[in-house]
């Protein structure tokens, strides 16, 4: 006879669902695979098979969060201390490329001429002409697109160039075109690794806290982290100016614990510490936007959409608000000036020691989790802080298109009827985010020469060869298929339990052929029972 369980111990077992997902956890599999309709383009036979999310946050998926960690920690392994210089030399056109150019531009004159002479069914016609010979073009393997037929006109609006009084000046060599760094001793050839950090926006504790925080600059601390991206950029045009050659890093964008985002990166080559010293002191990055500082509209006194002026206006007196051009022809200074803070951190670190371990686990550590939880609120204090900040990103506008900036009484760049005053969906303003609306790990084009997605690539490769040795095929597997997404409600996709169930057992079923072909390439060890029985 079973023993009676009571509601409390009833509840305190685990459901069905949450047993699947730590089986799921346990053998490596997405916790949350979507569905995904495969057709054998042979037989004409269709499946629904499991797709893993692909998400890169563990409170998510903790399972495809820790691969793509480990992605990242192999792209900058095989970055960062390279001793050749890769190979992008772009190869020769071949001759049906240069065909397909000429008669491309013989459609162009062809179509100017149709246009003089008003045309439209021949202007038609040769538009239509061209559109396909550039999808042919790029079926052929060439990068980029050729001018359009119809360039848009852009207002040029010049800005002053000349480099602001309160900046240092900055030494301008002629950038080389290498990518690894110089050899020290005839064989030592270290590479660094930098840290840069924000401004000082007031006085804080060791938690991260302002010790006054009605003097704090929550404003510039907002837009600092708004613009943040974009003062990186300009640090790595200046780094490559100064030091003369063209610097490759893999870099990450954290928080710290006042939430201030700052850069780890891992450059390839040797830099001084005083020549990035002065180098992040010498940076800035001008904001050329329409002045924000004074809130115009709030509360239930917000613009409306006029459908006559095809604009916002005034609730009250019915005036259009100045358009973010006009609004741009009124600006004589920058909306706000971006810098780096006093503390730069750099180290030469050597390829191949168990420094460089620790410094690639460093910079990937807190890939698996948003900006936001890199650092938990454990106290009111943190959290009263965390919630000021948030309070001032929600009306820091992010872009020229973003709907704040209706708050401050200008119409954002292509204003139309569906936008909510001081309403925006953009990264930028959420509380995950913390203003960093950009991507969390930054890496250089020519960093290792590949992608994310070649290093994954390369992984699968390894394996089927791997397999594909010993003997083990996936005969069983269609060679031509082609996919389609699920229509929601579809009856035949089966519970996620279904799965996450059928994706574990096709990984148990990999693993034992891996692991047979990791024996079988291993062969049998020498001294093995065998030659002793002989």
């Not at 499991?50 to 409170?59: E, K, L, M, Q, Y």
């Not at 439209?120 to 050729?146: I, P």
Request: proline share 7%.
């Amino acid at each position: 006879m079973s023993e009676y369980l009571n509601r409390a111990d009833r509840m305190k077992q685990p459901a069905a669902f949450d047993v699947a997902r730590a089986v799921a956890e346990q053998h490596g599999v997405c916790v949350r695979p979507l569905a995904k309709e495969r057709i054998d383009l042979d037989t004409g036979r269709v499946e629904i098979v499991p797709i893993p999310c692909g998400s890169t946050v563990a409170s998510v998926c903790p399972t495809c969060a820790e691969k793509n960690r480990r992605l990242r920690m192999a792209q900058c392994r095989e970055g960062w201390h390279l001793t050749e210089e890769p190979d992008f030399t772009p190869n020769e056109p071949t001759p049906d490329q240069r065909g397909l150019t000429e008669y491309r531009a013989d459609l162009v004159k062809a179509y100017q001429q149709a246009m003089e002479e008003d045309d439209e069914t021949g202007a038609d016609e040769l538009r239509d002409e061209v559109a396909s010979v550039d999808a042919e073009l790029r079926q052929l393997g060439v990068r980029g697109n050729l001018p359009s037929l119809e360039p848009r006109p852009r207002a040029a609006r010049k800005r002053s160039t000349k480099r602001r009084q309160d900046a240092a000046n900055l030494p301008r060599r002629p950038v080389q075109k290498r990518t690894v760094g110089a050899i020290f001793g005839e064989k030592y050839r270290p590479s660094t690794f930098l840290t840069l950090t924000l401004d000082s926006y007031g006085k804080v504790r060791s938690d991260g806290t302002p010790v006054d925080p009605d003097r704090y600059d929550y404003r510039r601390a907002a837009r600092d982290a708004v613009h943040f991206a974009a003062l990186l950029d300009r640090f790595v045009q200046n780094l490559r100016r100064c030091v003369g050659w063209d610097v490759q890093y893999f870099s990450t964008v954290e928080p710290q614990r006042r939430l201030a985002p700052h850069w780890h990166a891992a450059i390839r080559g040797s830099i001084s510490r005083a020549e990035l010293r002065a180098i992040a002191e010498a940076t800035y990055h001008q904001v050329w936007w329409p002045a924000h500082d004074e809130i115009k509209y709030s509360g239930d006194r917000l613009p409306v959409w006029d459908v006559r002026a095809k604009g916002f206006v005034d609730p009250q007196t019915r005036v259009a608000l100045p358009t973010w051009e006009e609004a741009l022809d009124q600006v004589e200074a920058p909306a706000h000036v971006a810098r780096f803070g006093v503390q730069v951190h750099s180290k030469g670190i050597l390829g191949g020691t168990p420094e460089a371990g620790r410094h690639i686990g460093y910079l990937t550590k807190y890939l698996t989790k948003s900006i936001a939880e890199c650092h938990q609120s454990g106290t009111a204090r943190q959290e009263r802080h965390a919630e000021r900040l948030c309070d001032e990103l929600a009306v820091t506008p992010c872009s020229p298109q973003c709907p704040v900036w209706l708050l401050y009484g200008v119409q954002p760049r292509s204003a139309r009827l569906s936008m909510n005053p001081g309403l925006c969906k953009g990264k930028a303003h959420k509380r995950t985010t913390l203003g960093v609306a950009g991507r969390r790990v930054l890496v250089s084009r020519k960093w290792s020469g590949k992608s994310l997605a070649d290093h994954k690539h390369d992984r699968k490769a390894f394996v089927r060869q791997l397999l594909a040795d010993v003997g083990i095929t996936q005969d069983g597997q269609p060679s031509r298929v082609a996919w389609n997404n699920v229509q929601p409600g579809d009856p035949n996709v089966p519970p996620r339990q279904h799965l996450l169930l059928r994706a574990v057992a096709e990984r148990q079923r990999w693993k034992a052929e891996y692991t047979a072909a990791l024996l079988a390439s291993a062969g049998p060890p020498d001294g093995s029972a065998t030659s002793h029985a002989a």
